[in-house]
């Protein structure tokens, strides 16, 4: 048909965004390919756009290989699996779904805290087990209005998370490269620092290199005995060895993780903590968010092929965005 581009599909993608790419795009499923190497030999030169996601980004050399790609369209707002550099030398747009996800993910993490605080696997366990029955009542867990909660990462998530928390009547604060001079919470430039201050940390950075292990053996010992981890950001930023040791040896009380180092293999040592919840990166995993997410992911290239611009381009990469 003319006026039809060739789009690259890497991943996953939902039958609403299926039906909409299809009046613009013809589809190329990557991962769907008996051979990717035949596959990007066979239309690599007439590919102009990628549509991808969070989890499986753009494979590292593909971004070369493809001389007319032009535009990346990423459903989620972590992008650390695509090689921005790789896009910028190019003059390859990347985009993200910033904002339309914040609420769920804040409510995701804002469960996890509250499941740990008052100990829901703990307890269900305790019910299950017969426990209830043979032993009477189980402990008292702790009272999430009570906790000091750290933010490590005070982005658009990281504020909603913060507004939740305001409610529940929680002390927050965070750790941040730049401190936000007009929030009303604490700024802790150093993270050792907050984690000893406070009786939870939530972790919400962008992943890649710079986060890389931020949270470490060194911040669980901070974060004490009777402190809680909630991981809602990527694996990658917490040092699952560290944690695992943490948890097994009281150094630190529990965990909510949405997010693993290598995703889907959960550490069977985190799986059966009774204190852990692990739920399968499922942050904004609701038809709502999804649906906003694949709108957003669709209506950026559909814009990119109509004027040249995209709506949500990755910070690094704005200048690559013509002025509207
Ligand atoms: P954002 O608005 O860019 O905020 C990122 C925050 O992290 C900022 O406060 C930033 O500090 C801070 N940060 C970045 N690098 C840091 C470092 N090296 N040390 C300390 N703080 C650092 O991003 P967002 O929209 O809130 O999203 C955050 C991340 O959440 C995404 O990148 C993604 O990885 C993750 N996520 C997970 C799920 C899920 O399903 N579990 C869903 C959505 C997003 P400055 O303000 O000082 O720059
Ligand atoms: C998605 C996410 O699950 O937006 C993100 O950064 O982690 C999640 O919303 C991920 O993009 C995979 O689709």
Redesign the pocket.
């Known amino acids: 048909m003319a006026g039809m581009t060739e789009l690259l599909v890497i991943g996953g993608i939902t039958d609403q965004m299926q039906a909409r790419l299809e009046t613009r795009f013809h589809l190329h499923d990557y991962f769907g390919a008996a051979d990717k190497e035949a596959l990007i030999t066979q239309i690599g030169d007439s590919i102009q756009a990628i549509a991808t996601n969070?989890h499986d980004g753009v494979p590292d050399n593909l971004i070369d290989r493809l001389d007319n790609l032009k535009v990346v369209s990423c459903y989620?707002?972590?992008?650390?699996a695509i090689n921005v550099a790789a896009a910028a030398d190019k003059g390859v747009l990347v985009t993200h779904t910033?904002?339309v996800?914040?609420e769920?993910?804040a409510v995701?993490a804002v469960m996890l805290l509250m499941g740990i605080s008052r100990q829901l696997r703990f307890n269900m366990e305790w019910v299950s087990s017969g426990n209830w029955e043979a032993q009477g009542n189980a402990p008292l867990s702790r009272s999430l209005s009570s906790l000091k909660v750290g933010l490590?990462?005070?982005?658009?998530?990281?504020?909603?998370i913060a507004e939740k928390l305001d409610i529940f009547g929680c002390e927050v604060s965070?750790?941040?490269?730049?401190?936000?001079p007009a929030s009303a919470h604490r700024f802790y430039p150093n993270?050792v620092d907050m984690a000893d201050a406070c009786d939870a940390l939530v972790v919400?950075?962008?992943?890649?290199a710079?986060?890389n292990k931020?949270v470490n053996a060194d911040i669980l010992a901070a974060l004490g005995a009777q402190g809680i981890l909630v991981n809602?950001?990527?694996g990658s930023?917490v040092d699952e060895a560290a944690l695992i040791h943490a948890l097994d040896n009281g150094i630190i009380a529990g965990a909510g993780l949405?997010?693993f180092e290598k995703e889907p293999v959960v550490p069977a040592a985190l799986q059966q903590h009774p204190q852990v919840i692990c739920t399968p990166?499922?942050?904004?995993?609701t038809v709502e968010t999804r649906a906003a997410m694949g709108n957003l992911t669709v209506d950026n290239l559909l814009q990119y092929f109509s004027d040249g611009r995209v709506l949500t381009p990755v910070?690094e990469l704005k200048h690559l965005n013509p002025a509207g």
């Open positions: 969070g989620g707002v972590g992008y650390d910033p904002d996800l914040n769920e993910v995701t490590v990462g005070y982005g658009r998530i990281g504020q909603t965070y750790h941040a490269r730049n401190e936000r993270l919400i950075t962008p992943g890649g710079s986060t931020l809602v950001a990527r930023v949405d997010v990166h499922i942050g904004s995993a910070p």
